[in-house]
């Protein structure tokens, strides 16, 4: 790595080192005319083609100087800033990513090159008549929900899912008009001026303790810690509203893209304006202006989606995770890394204050909370009078249940009573489709995908077989694949589909709603659903994990957790951890509201005295927490340890499994760490696509200098063709 003062710059033709997002990584280019600075996004003659590039430094290669090629002119007049490209440069050691994927991380916008021109956008110009058709209301609804932003004819069309001659008669209409309007501008100042809400003393304390350590300026991190409805949105929109007066940009990462809608409010009605909106449901207009408006310091606060971290703001002051345990964060693909612990890196670069806000931390966060390292903040009752649920475990090895029944009588008893109050019940089940197994009577066969190891699971909305694994789908057959007899295919085990068929049994007057992420084609249509279920007549909710996430259901004071159990089986050690905020994050949406009554939340298990069954019925997180650190600590574990995953994967089984073991018969630079390899063997999931995937762990003390061991052991060994191998530093399974 080459590491360059800041505000370096190169004079025309001078040589210089560009980081290409490309392969080849950093080639040595001739400054263009006018010269370039350090930071500077360039696009580059790759052979016949022309890749992007950052400009990294002084050339340092022999290369005859009258062959080198010139680059483009560069693409931003700012560069990007020196704690930026710090930023990525140790994201990638950390992660060991090669830069360029990095760099790709980092100019995820389309068109980055071409010069804003202005376009043609649609925005409203006068009062919707009283009746319309519904594609024309569908349009207005986009907009309304867009509020602020501007979207070409034909963007505007497909947001609404309607043809475009539908807008322009919106248009001929004189509802809507289509102006001439500049690219990219920048974002309405949001006033952090305008008075947030009178705050209890528990938030108003931990406002200031935040507030303070924005103006001191610098790095630090703090736990923010409350159950939910505890008030702690409240509290960090303070540090926001701090970090928008001292002229900084301040960036709020939510686990959900469903969540923002209501975030997004507000944010609106706390400063007057609509923020920055970064996710995967946004516009490539939009993603291509707020892309460069952070660069140039005119959005101040971004709300978005994981990769946001990688936006290139000018001037960062806090950083916000909401949601802190949620594994969303954690992305496993290209690039593995963790967006939580990516933003304390970043912070700790650029100075900026981390909240990571919670009612169930994650175990790393609260570990590093108790030794110091994070500041810790509480919020300890919730806002106003309303109270936690209360906790009751229905034990089924003392129930009636009769085969092919998940709700127990107890539980329907509790839900009958809520319909009779008009109140809402939420079922909670951790599993999508109808049922997760289809086994043939007659042969016991189990039906599976045939390119994964993984068994296809009955989707009965759909009527089709879907694998969970790699998304492939098939009509659900009426005879059996393996032994031909027709009729005896039967499902085996729960699913929410199954589970709203029994509630259509026992309460066929109430009104059932299923929230499961694969029932939603679009994240507006979930949005619209959950907004319906907060005010519309829904009695019954039945949900996945979802559910678990924020959403405010005002009437909702009973949950029902139909299998308490379900996570804590496996040998995985982070299994506790998880099913813990799981339930806790659940049983929290019962009976959150101000001056509702306190909800009741029901767990449905077979192990009553199992230790997280226990914790979560007595509400003494405190002490589950502590005991599971001190599990982790006795085994070397994370975050008193380190582990590192590798997968390798390729058609042939035997390749795989060759190359593994070469691996794992050089492992000296490992063992010189100090650290250990466990492996190879075969992954949790063997086999996905068609590819047989091969694991091995690598366990370290905190201290071991992990990834240049890991680097230092892969390097000499080059991987037979088409063999994928990915490092995962910190995996979320320690399996
Ligand atoms: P959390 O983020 O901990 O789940 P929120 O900040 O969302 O909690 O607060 C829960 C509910 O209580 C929200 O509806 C919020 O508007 C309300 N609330 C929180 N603090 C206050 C306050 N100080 N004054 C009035 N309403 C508040
Ligand atoms: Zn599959």
Same mark, same amino acid.
């Given at each position: 790595m080459i590491h360059k003062s800041a505000s370096e710059y190169f004079p025309e033709r001078s040589r210089i080192a560009v980081l290409t997002t490309e392969p080849v990584g950093v080639l040595d280019y001739l400054a263009p005319e006018g010269g370039v600075r350090r930071g500077q996004l360039v696009r580059v003659p790759l052979g016949p083609r022309r890749v992007l590039g950052m400009v990294w430094g002084e050339g340092k290669g022999d290369f005859d100087l009258a062959k080198l090629r010139p680059v483009g002119r560069a693409i931003e007049a700012e560069p990007f800033s020196p704690g930026f490209i710090d930023f990525l440069t140790r994201a990638a050691d950390y992660t060991l990513t090669l830069p360029p994927l990095m760099l790709r991380m980092a100019t995820?916008?389309?068109?980055?090159?071409?010069p804003p021109a202005a376009r043609r956008v649609i925005v409203p110009a006068g009062d919707p008549p009283a009746r319309m058709t519904e594609a024309r209301s569908q349009v207005l609804r986009v907009i309304a929900d867009h509020g602020g932003a501007s979207f070409a004819p034909s963007e505007l069309a497909q947001l609404a899912g309607v043809g475009v001659s539908v807008v322009k008669g919106l248009v001929a209409q004189g509802t809507l008009a289509e102006i001439e309007a500049p690219r990219d501008v920048p974002y309405p100042r949001l006033d952090p001026a305008l008075p947030g809400k009178p705050l209890a003393a528990d938030q108003q304390s931990a406002a200031d303790t935040l507030r303070a350590a924005i103006r001191a300026g610098g790095y630090g991190t703090t736990l923010l810690r409350g159950v939910t409805g505890s008030g702690k949105t409240e509290v960090y929109l303070e540090a926001v509203a701090e970090c928008l007066a001292q002229g900084r940009q301040a960036l709020v990462l939510l686990p959900e893209i469903a969540l923002s809608a209501e975030f997004l409010e507000r944010v609106e009605a706390r400063f007057g304006a609509r923020p920055g909106e970064w996710h995967s449901g946004i516009t490539r207009t939009e993603r291509r202006r707020l892309w460069h408006m952070a660069g140039r310091g005119d959005v101040g606060l971004v709300v978005g989606a994981r990769s946001a971290l990688f936006l290139p703001f000018r001037d960062l002051g806090l950083i916000v995770v909401d @949601? @802190?345990?949620?594994?969303?964060?954690?992305q496993e693909d290209v690039v593995f890394y963790n967006a939580r612990d990516m933003a304390v890196l970043r912070a700790s670069i650029c100075g900026a204050q981390v909240v990571l806000a919670s009612a169930t931390p994650s175990l790393e966060s609260w570990v590093n909370a108790g030794s110091g390292k994070y500041r810790r903040l509480d919020l300890r009752a919730r806002y106003g009078e309303a109270e936690l649920p209360d906790m009751v475990a229905v034990d089924l090895r003392a129930e009636d249940m009769p085969t092919g029944r998940w709700i127990s009588p107890r539980l329907a008893a509790a839900v009958s009573a809520r319909i009779e109050k008009g109140q809402q019940s939420l079922l909670f089940l951790n599993r999508r489709g109808f049922a997760p197994v289809t086994v043939c009577r007659a042969c016991g066969e189990q039906i599976g995908c045939h390119q994964c190891d993984a068994r296809m699971v009955e989707h009965r909305f759909q009527n089709r077989l879907v694998c969970h694994q790699c998304g492939e789908t098939k009509p659900i057959p009426t005879a059996c694949p393996s032994c031909g007899v027709e009729g005896k295919l039967a499902p085996v085990g729960p699913g929410v589909e199954r589970i709203a068929e029994e509630v259509a049994a026992l309460f066929p007057q109430a009104k059932a709603t299923v929230l499961s992420s694969?029932?939603?084609?679009s994240a507006r249509v979930l949005k619209e659903t959950i907004a319906e279920i907060s005010e519309g007549d829904t009695d019954i909710i039945i949900g996945t994990q979802i559910v678990a996430k924020g959403h405010n259901f005002p009437r909702l004071t009973l949950v029902g957790v139909i299998d308490a159990d379900l996570g804590l089986q496996g040998a995985d050690l982070r299994a506790a951890e998880r099913s813990f905020q799981l339930m806790r994050q659940v049983a929290g949406r019962a009976g959150r509201q101000k001056g509702a009554e306190p909800g009741v939340a029901v767990l449905q298990t077979?192990?009553?005295?199992h230790p997280v069954i226990r914790a979560i019925l007595s509400g003494e997180d405190e002490a589950f927490w502590n005991a599971e650190a001190e599990g982790r600590q006795a085994m070397g574990m994370p975050p008193f340890g380190r582990l590192a995953g590798i997968i390798l994967s390729h058609p042939d089984l035997e390749t795989v499994a060759a190359f593994a073991r070469h691996l794992a018969a050089h492992a000296e630079p490992l063992r010189e760490a100090g650290a250990e390899l466990w492996g190879p063997a075969p992954a949790p999931i063997a086999l996905i696509r068609g590819r047989h995937r091969m694991r091995m762990l690598i366990h370290a003390p905190r201290q071991a200098a992990l990834q240049n061991a890991i680097a230092d052991w892969l390097a000499p060994h080059k991987p037979p063709t088409n063999l994928r191998l990915s490092v995962d530093i910190d995996p979320q399974s320690f399996l």
């Open positions: 995820r916008a389309p068109d980055l090159d071409r @949601e @802190e345990h949620d594994s969303s964060y954690k694969d029932l939603f084609h077979h192990q009553p005295d």
